[in-house]
């Protein structure tokens, strides 16, 4: 997720699956995709649980992916 | 990795480039434009456009944000960023935008506080961090990003934060495309739609483009077999003789969007009158800023911010690349003046703009062709 590659994912209209890892109770949820481990707001798709796939943009899952 | 592998299949992908060269009448020339720059991105990056028949071109349109911010804005926020005790936040790719004299690396190098986030949750925990300093998020984005600002906001309200605040430019994809449909140098077959913003605003926004200008969209996926597929439906559509909005993303993007989405961005932010957009001039309703409830984390208002328009360098072709006018070498100053790691242009900074995605990837195919 480096803005040092080629590539800003947080600059685009672009979204990274992640999975989820861990379920906190603040609206937060830790992610994990290719590129690490996040913490995630969910507030757009809760209730989730983990080992969902979710599309994060900019620590926010935008999406659940079915 | 599901929901990418599939996605990446070369046997699917020569099948659907198969699929295109029968859908197409020979003779006849197509423009597609991609409204996003991260579908500019997948292009280039995969090769997508090798793939298509010679008389299919893909048009790049307004969809990086980076490249849509002028340069007042970046002087507003480098006037922010320099002054004492503020912490400036901001995503990489704005770090490089060129302002009227410098850019925000420039200040950072002079000593001015600024540092790359991923996410504006980063910013807030900075704020968190540090109760004596002033931590300013600069606010970048389509409908995409909007929301993570939105619930930023409602964080910082409801922890009462009084140290943190946004420089919002967020805007918004629609204003834009209704313009460029307006402009009368503007010849185009059907758009590929903003697959991400639509998984916020959902597709049913879009259907003024088939209905008042008679073009068909198709929302699209990221993945390069997605954006093959979708130029196969553009496609599909013309020679069929329909025009309406189709979506190829159906696995994320519901066609009235997301409903939580859309209820915190109308709670956080309201529209501009107006807002200037690189290369397209100003566009009423194109932007939001902080709604009233949320005027205490307002950057523009707690700060005095130039607030002064700058015109793009002469040599600078920007505009009619966001356009799709012309193509990025086209530009007299592409690859020469101007380069990703000196850059002149919006649109040669972030790798969602079409002159660094080209120049990263596109110009080595284009070299062959010359050769």
């Known amino acids: 997720m480096s803005c040092d590659d080629a590539h800003c994912v947080t600059c685009a209209d672009e979204a990274l699956a992640m999975r989820v890892v861990e379920v906190r109770d603040d609206g937060l949820a830790v992610c994990a995709g290719d590129d690490g481990v996040a913490d995630v707001m969910t507030d757009l798709v809760a209730p989730v649980a983990p080992g969902e796939t979710l599309l994060v943009h900019a620590g926010t899952a935008i999406a659940r992916v079915a | ?371």
């Open chain 2, 1 to 371: 990795m599901k929901f990418v592998d599939e996605f990446r299949d070369p046997e699917l992908g020569r099948v659907l480039a198969t699929q295109i060269v029968g859908t197409v009448e020979p003779g006849r020339r197509y423009k597609v434009m991609e409204v996003c720059g991260g579908h500019t991105h997948t292009i280039y990056k995969y090769g997508v456009d090798d793939l298509l028949p010679e008389n299919v071109e893909l048009v790049h349109g307004p969809g990086c944000p980076v490249c849509v911010i002028p340069m007042g804005r970046v002087d507003d926020a480098i006037a922010v960023a320099k002054r004492p005790g503020v912490i400036f936040t901001c995503f990489g790719d704005m770090l490089r935008v060129p302002g009227g004299k410098e850019t925000l690396l420039d200040a950072k190098a002079q000593g001015a506080d600024v540092r790359m986030v991923y996410s504006p949750l980063d910013a807030l925990r900075i704020a968190r961090e540090h109760p004596e300093r002033e931590v300013v998020f600069l606010a970048i984005g389509f409908e995409t990003t909007a929301p993570s600002t939105a619930l930023t906001l409602v964080r910082a309200k409801r922890e009462r934060l009084t140290n943190f605040s946004v420089l919002c430019n967020h805007v918004t994809i629609l204003p834009p495309l209704r313009a460029l449909l307006e402009s009368p140098d503007l010849r185009l077959d059907g758009f590929i739609g903003p697959g991400h913003v639509c998984t916020v605003i959902g597709a049913r926004p879009f259907e003024f483009v088939p209905r008042d200008y008679g073009k068909p969209v198709v929302i699209s996926g990221f993945e390069p077999l997605d954006v093959l597929q979708s130029v196969h439906m553009v496609l599909r559509q013309v020679a069929e003789a329909r025009c309406e909005v189709e979506n190829q993303y159906t696995r994320v993007v519901p066609h009235d969007g997301n409903a939580a989405a859309l209820k915190v961005l109308a709670e956080v932010f309201e529209l501009r009158p107006h807002f200037e957009w690189r290369g397209l001039g100003f566009i009423s309703h194109s932007a939001l800023r902080l709604a009233p409830a949320y005027a205490d984390f307002d950057a523009e208002l707690r700060y005095d911010v130039p607030g002064v328009r700058v015109a793009d360098p002469k040599a600078c072709q920007c505009g009619e690349v966001l356009k799709g006018v012309i193509k990025p070498w086209e530009c007299k100053v592409f690859g020469t003046a101007c380069t990703p790691e000196r850059p002149i242009g919006t649109c040669m900074v972030s790798s969602e703009g079409a002159c660094a995605a080209y120049y990263n990837y596109g110009r080595f195919a284009r070299e062959r062709e010359v050769v």
